[in-house]
């Protein structure tokens, strides 16, 4: 029989983080405060542990993954990675398609690979309560569950929309025994401040970050944890990419194209950096990053400096951004409706060696379902941006007859995300691609600051 699962042994885990910084070809620009100067490193300690402030600002290509969190990453990982091959009998192409399953984690997404070790290095110095902010629940859900296991007390600003079209991963957090708030709310500043403007917000994720950092910086007993977009995130989740180099070697085989959806950042860099190492050695490998249309940060934002959060309590980060003010349509990929992009994967994107697109979101629900009708998973939405373009890449081989190898992240499924598939099965999913003059008018507010040397 033809091979479909790809497996590796538990002794397979990576027993290091690839930190893609050390194969780029500039060095990353700096944080800068709001007066346009480098933050000091030592600054980050009101909210963060030492180890994350030294990994954030690392240049060392392999970080060792302490073995406490490698012993709970074999509650899940390795993962496997199936050859999907009843999808590309559907779709007729000589292309073959294979994907990495990123959804058997406790939590069913790709966010416990970091939730875990910052719950990790929070409880070495001492930290026993955490605030953090949530989208669609994967990372809320990924922190409740490692804050448990860690004996830390998880508070989740999770974006009102997602909160009220996601009753079961905010359920998942409370059993996890995280306390879950509707963001914005009347419990923080920056909440009361968006409250005050826009009593009926629907969130965003910069301001549920706005609310979670204000806690953490005025709590002397409370640190902060980020899903994604900063570097030690995206760092933790390239086991991903790891284990899928050393499966493409079992295999017998090597992609010519890599794909994932991208908010943030944490996913596609996830599965992508350890692959740039060899497109950076001289390998002929595409990267694309897939983003939603009517969030289209890294293909119609500016490439500036802008902070993470709508209030501007996160230091300033150079990176594709559509303004922090931005507040994206109440799409159900809530994952990825963020203002801005990791700065690693917004500077590679800005030089030209990884790609970007944005699809409507419509596409990406008709993409999920043949995935789901031919190789039985169900993705989730933010993954189902993933599979289009997938299958997009699929169908371009058919056409001119090339049999490419190609290879997507399913980060995580939908099985707590089928009130969005009820919405399209229905029609009632509708198309929304933000408009020009919308973005022009946040990006009008971007702070007024250069990068050092650039």
Not at 148 to 167: A, D, H, L, T
Not at 172 to 199: D, K
Not at 371 to 397: K, Q
Request: proline residues 8%; glycine residues 10%; contains cysteine.
């Amino acid at each position: 029989m033809s091979q479909v699962k790809i497996l590796l042994d538990e002794a397979e885990i990576p027993a290091n983080w690839y930190n893609v910084v050390a194969d780029m070809p500039k060095a990353p620009a700096p944080l800068l405060g709001g007066d346009g100067k480098p933050v000091n490193p030592e600054s980050l300690a009101a909210i963060f542990p030492p180890a994350i402030i030294e990994q954030e600002i690392s240049r060392e290509r392999w970080i060792p993954i302490p073995e406490p969190v490698r012993e709970i990453y074999r509650q899940w990982r390795p993962t496997p990675m199936f050859r999907a091959r009843r999808l590309e009998a559907a779709l007729g192409t000589p292309a073959k398609i294979y994907y990495k399953y990123e959804g058997g984690s406790p939590a069913g997404s790709h966010k416990p690979n970091t939730s875990v070790p910052q719950a990790y290095y929070n409880r070495q110095a001492g930290v026993r309560r955490i605030a953090t902010e949530t989208g669609a629940g994967q990372w809320g859900s990924a922190l409740a569950m490692a804050g448990q296991m860690f004996g830390i007390e998880v508070r989740v600003y999770m974006v009102r929309v997602s909160y009220e079209q996601k009753p079961f991963r905010r359920s998942m957090m409370e059993a996890w025994g995280a306390e879950v708030i509707a963001s914005p709310s009347p419990r923080t500043n920056s909440g009361r401040h968006i409250l005050a403007q826009h009593p009926d917000s629907t969130g965003s994720l910069g301001i549920a970050i706005s609310e979670a950092v204000e806690e953490a910086a005025t709590r002397a007993d409370t640190n902060y944890a980020l899903g994604s977009v900063l570097n030690h995130v995206l760092l933790h989740q390239t086991v991903i990419g790891l284990e899928a180099k050393k499966q493409f070697e079992k295999a017998g085989d090597y992609p010519d194209v890599i794909i994932a959806c991208c908010g943030g950042g944490s996913n596609f860099g996830g599965v992508a950096f350890p692959f740039f190492a060899d497109k950076a050695a001289g390998k002929n490998v595409r990267l694309i990053a897939v983003e939603p249309e009517s969030c289209p940060t890294l293909t119609r934002g500016h490439y500036a400096y802008d902070s993470g959060d709508t209030a501007g309590l996160t230091p300033l980060m150079l990176m594709y951004t559509l303004g922090r003010n931005f507040v994206p349509p109440s799409i159900h990929a809530g994952g990825l409706r963020y203002h801005g992009d990791s700065p690693l994967v917004s500077q590679l994107h800005h030089e030209g060696l990884v790609e970007a697109i944005a699809v409507p979101q419509r596409a990406t629900f008709q993409a999920g379902l043949m995935f789901s009708r031919t190789e039985g998973i169900i993705p989730a939405p933010e993954s189902n941006h993933a599979v289009r373009v997938a299958i997009d890449e699929a169908l371009a081989c058919k056409r001119s007859g090339e049999g490419k190898t190609i290879f997507f992240n399913l980060s995580g499924h939908g099985n707590f995300d089928m009130a969005a598939y009820d919405s399209f099965l229905s029609g009632k999913l509708e198309d929304s691609s933000y408009p020009a003059h919308a973005i022009e008018e946040a990006l009008a507010e971007l702070p007024k600051v250069k990068a050092p040397g650039r």
